[in-house]
């Protein structure tokens, strides 16, 4: 069953997944409540990301059938966030006057935020044998 | 913010960061019945003793100075080490493999980050 999933090397990663998930939300939080109107835009995207961050821990530590496919979802949606918001970062910085998890693909936080989804996705594959 | 503390408490951080690494490449799990696991159990509840006292000397400072600092986020980061040490250590102790104890190191290494962030805050770099 998901057991596989959530202990060994993968309760590893589920660990920085979980400080990434509070890291992020509690920055967005902070953010949103007291500043918004600074850098609406990179803001709303700090949310975002927390909440990705959030459902992807929440889905690596269920063991379900279901919670992988929402894992890997969260993990893609990751990947394309930290690429897509890398890119753009760099080619409109007037869009982000404050910086976001994803910003210059997530140099801030020691590229983790690069690597984390593609730990993710290779993890779950590594655990697909047999049990969901 | 007392510079001194934070320097030990990102000391004893590291140290239990790179004892728990140490576990892990050694292949010793977290039993708690070992002096090698005793002994990284022993750095954490220090640590955390340490948290509490930081956090507790923070938000004293903290009502008592007129600088210009964000409140919340502030206190965001000195309750933040306290909640997630003790988090990531029944995480790690409740894993009975040898990757226990890497949980421990990443709860561990969260701590001088916390302690930076808190430390340039305090000094208005927020």
Partial sequence: MGEARRSGPGRLLIAVYGIFALAATARSAAQIGTRFDQAPVAYLLSAVAALVYVVATVALALGSRTSRRVAVVSCAVELAGVLGIGVLSLVAPAWFPDATVWSSFGSGYLFIPLVLPVLGLAWIRRTRGGTA | ?126
């Avoid at chain 2, 006292?53 to 502030?74: K, N, W």
Wanted: hydrophobic content about 60%; overall charge neutral; aromatic content about 6%.
């Fill in chain 2, 1 to 126: 913010m007392i510079d001194s503390l934070s320097v030990a408490l990102t000391a004893v951080a590291l140290v239990a960061a790179a004892w728990s690494v140490l576990l892990v490449a050694l292949n010793k799990p977290l039993t708690l019945e070992t002096w090698l696991t005793l002994g990284v159990a022993g750095l954490v509840v220090l640590l955390e003793v340490g948290l509490l006292a930081q956090a507790a000397i923070g938000v004293a400072q903290l009502v008592g100075t007129d600088r210009e600092l964000s409140g919340p986020t502030f206190v965001g980061y000195l309750l933040g080490p306290v909640l997630v040490l003790p988090l990531a250590a029944l995480w790690a102790v409740a894993e009975r493999s040898r990757w226990g104890a890497s949980v421990l190191a990443v709860g561990c290494l969260s701590v001088p980050v916390m302690v930076l962030r808190l430390t340039q805050i305090w000094a208005g770099h927020g």
